[in-house]
């Protein structure tokens, strides 16, 4: 962490104040304001007092080809160059994105492009219908290295049935995903689950399977938000907790009590959705 050191650590000489790291005298933000702004404008760009630069970005297009939405793309690339700042300072294992500029709709990293109507919204947990059996299944990860994957089985009334989480030492995110899903599908399949119902908050891998119904096996494959995914979250990364493996749950793990009784009462979590 650098909690309490005044020196950027990025640019190792530069004091670290607003203008410095945050918005565009820090060799990382330049990278990011060159990207963004027309030719023209990249000159005094950098020279302005934070009054005068804030004044100058808010009442003057400075985008390239004159987007319109120049306010916009000026508020989040602060806003984003702050958030990063903070969690390399307190230790997050997150790393920046090499080119943000280009990516106009992921999750955390709009700094360009035309933004879209943002609202707030309660998501919630929801029971399957009657006959289905839900499936959550998440994956896991240290140091942004994803690790391993796990879900839960749980009936119509949202009680436990099983769960499992499988330690698989070390790979990537997409096939971490479907291994959780595999492992979720094969062991439903044991059971003699003839309905079930399969949620994760992968849209990749929602978009990579297909709902099935073949003959007494039918599969709704569903997205979900990772804030009503928290069960399969925690299985996910019980992985380290044992060897290399598959391991099932017949009982249900005591930390996850509290979030199975919020999920079956309807609790609801706050998430920002694009429209």
């Known amino acids: 962490m650098h909690i309490g050191v005044p020196w950027c650590h990025h640019c190792v000489n530069n004091l670290e104040d607003v203008l410095q790291v945050l918005l565009h005298d820090c060799s990382l933000a330049k990278s990011i304001w060159c990207n963004l702004l027309k030719i023209e404008a990249r000159a005094n760009f950098y020279v302005e007092n934070l009054q005068g630069w804030i004044h100058m970005k808010l009442y003057h297009k400075l985008g390239m080809d004159g987007a319109e939405s120049w306010v916009c793309v000026w508020e989040a690339s602060c806003h984003f160059l ?5 969690r ?4 997050d294992a997150r790393v920046r994105l090499s080119h943000p500029w280009r990516n106009k709709q992921a999750d955390d990293s709009i700094v360009g492009g035309h933004t879209k ?5 309660d998501v919630m947990w929801k029971k399957p219908e009657g006959g289905w059996i839900r499936l959550n299944t998440d994956v896991a990860s240290k140091r ?3 690790t391993g994957s796990g879900g839960l089985f ?3 009334e949202g009680k436990w049935i099983s769960g499992f989480s499988h330690n698989l030492s070390r790979c990537n995110a997409y096939l971490s995903e ?3 899903v ?11 689950f003839s309905k079930v119902e399969l949620h994760v908050d992968s849209s990749v891998v929602v978009w990579t399977l297909q709902t099935t119904k073949d003959g007494s096996w039918e599969v709704k494959i569903c997205h979900s938000y990772r804030e009503v995914n928290s069960c399969a979250d925690t299985l996910a990364n019980m992985d380290c907790e044992h060897a290399p493996g598959l391991r099932v749950y017949e009982q249900c793990p005591a930390r996850l009590s509290s979030m199975l009784l919020a999920d079956v009462m309807g609790i609801t979590t706050s998430r920002v959705i694009a429209l």
Do not use: K, S
Not at 88 to 91: N, S, Y
């Open 117 to 121: 109507h943002r609202v707030e919204v």
């Open 82 to 86: 702050w958030m990063w700042h903070n």
């Open 144 to 146: 942004d290295i994803p």
């Open 88 to 91: 390399e300072v307190h230790g």
């Open 154 to 156: 749980r009936n119509a």
């Open 178 to 180: 479907l291994c959780g």
């Open 182 to 192: 595999f492992d979720g599908l094969q062991i439903a399949r044991e059971r003699g």
